[in-house]
Antibody
Framework: QMQLVESGGGVVQPGRSLRLSCAASGFTISIYAMHWVRQAPGKGLEWVSFISYDGSNKYFADSVKGRFTISRDNSKNTLYLQMDSLRAEDSAVYYC??????????????WGQGTLVTVSS | EIVLTQSPGTLSLSPGDRATLSCRASQSVSSYLAWYQQKPGQAPRLLIYDASNRATGIPARFSGSGSGTDFTLTISSLEPEDFAVYYCQQCRNWPLTFGGGTKVEIK
């Protein structure tokens, strides 16, 4: 069974950094592009970042560009999101997701259970 | 950025009813549209991709249609477990974007 488990969330002060991890089990992420998607409390879904299967291509939402970095360690079957210069508006549940099926298009499935990031002084 | 507008915001229906949800794109996304279901406290689940293809394990009562700028998710007969929030998403252009969601609630 394909499963993703996020970790690393927590409460952090504005301007500080946090690193999220997403560990995969039941499949190898090395052949899949991966994404981060977030959801502020009581709000809708917002795509955050993409990384290709080999890490050679990366995209970011404008809201996080220059502050967030996405990376992967295929040998550890793990995806990461480094979040720097955090702002209150970055507070959200962060989900990692794999691309679905053959990965020909960027549909998200499976998803992890999410990890909550709260940016507050 | 492609903006996806979902309507209605809330749909109040009874089990057994037919649900029709709309997603309109600010520019053509061809058939590069998906639908997700999200229940409280859970991650979203992929229902429909490429506008009309059901994802693995999704019941046949869920169907998607449309292309270009206008899309529809139909639930032919609502089951109790279908009351949730539904989101559309496009992957035609970067950045990937989601609609604001439609909540299907029990009437």
């Amino acid at each position: 069974q394909m499963q993703l488990v996020e970790s690393g969330g927590g409460v952090v002060q504005p301007g500080r950094s946090l690193r999220l991890s997403c560990a995969a089990s039941g499949f190898t992420i090395s052949i899949y592009a991966m994404h981060w998607v977030r959801q502020a409390p009581g709000k809708g879904l917002e795509w955050v970042s993409f990384i290709s299967y080999d890490g050679s291509n990366k995209y970011f939402a404008d809201s996080v560009k220059g502050r967030f970095t996405i990376s992967r360690d295929n040998s550890k079957n793990t995806l990461y999101l480094q979040m720097d210069s955090l702002r209150a508006e970055d507070s959200a549940v962060y989900y990692c997701a794999s691309v679905y099926g053959s990965g020909s298009h960027n549909w998200f499935d499976p998803w992890g259970q999410g990890t909550l990031v709260t940016v507050s002084s | 950025e492609i903006v996806l507008t979902q309507s209605p915001g809330t749909l109040s229906l009874s089990p057994g009813d037919r649900a029709t949800l709309s997603c309109r794109a600010s520019q053509s996304v061809s058939s590069y549209l998906a639908w997700y279901q999200q229940k409280p406290g859970q991650a979203p689940r992929l229902l429909i991709y490429d506008a009309s293809n059901r994802a693995t394990g999704i019941p046949a009562r869920f169907s998607g249609s449309g292309s270009g700028t206008d899309f529809t998710l139909t639930i032919s007969s609502l089951e109790p477990e279908d009351f949730a929030v539904y989101y559309c998403q496009q992957c035609r252009n970067w950045p990937l974007t989601f609609g604001g969601g439609t909540k299907v609630e029990i009437k």
